[in-house]
């Protein structure tokens, strides 16, 4: 039971569910301005998460790592997405899936999937480990579904970005971080992908007058 456990697992685990949370809050929204934002909290999420772990494990390396969350994944990534919609007009366009109601089925399958897969983990580890490995392996995945139910780039590099964000929450929660080398890197990683993203988004908006990536395809199939 939950009131059983102590207060850091218990803040672990209701951490871990604001971000499965967050992510399928990302498969529903359709426009992208809630939609980057709804990215932003999700990075503030693992931020919060990140400095309890530093707290609690006393690796104060932690809190270096919970600060470049912050500004990376929560306002840098998010306030330059918001600032490169805005420059091409496109924060009123649709960015949803055509079936909305199938991809959230789709995403709550891919949940209780990642359950029974972290189900063995229990025989060796604590419950709230295979938890949050669970609810970290949802998130990448969730991440992957936004990623192939989507048509517009922007959303797509949203789900990309959430997918990452899979990955480091799993790394901080299930095993208190990863090398300081590892986690610099890793962050300078989104932030060439989000610059290069940028420049990528005006590319294809100069070539195709458009941000569908389906119309890539078509242009492909006109040229052969």
Known sequence: ????????????????????????????????IPMIRIFAWQGLIVAATTALVAYDSGKYDLYFSAILA??????????????????????HDEHGAEHPV???MAGAALVIFCYYVAQPIEQFS????????????????LGVLMLVSRSKAVA????????????FFAAVAAT??????????????VLIAAVIFGVFFFHI??????????????LSEREE
């Open 1 to 32: 039971m939950l009131e059983q456990l102590p207060l850091y697992q218990q803040l672990i685990l209701t951490l871990a569910a604001m971000v499965l949370f967050t992510s399928f809050a990302l498969l529903a929204q359709s426009r992208v």
């Open 70 to 91: 912050l500004l990376l994944k929560a306002m840098f990534v998010p306030w330059l997405l918001q600032r490169l919609v805005i420059r091409l007009g496109i924060d």
């Open 102 to 104: 199938t991809v959230l």
């Open 126 to 141: 604590s419950s709230i480990t295979r938890n949050t490995i669970a609810i970290s392996m949802s998130v990448v995945l």
């Open 156 to 167: 797509e590099v949203v789900g990309f970005m959430s997918l990452e964000n899979g990955l």
């Open 176 to 189: 208190h971080g990863m090398p300081m080398v590892v986690e610099l890197g890793v962050a300078f990683d």
């Open 205 to 218: 908006r100069d070539s195709i007058q458009s941000l569908d990536v389906d119309q890539l395809n078509h």
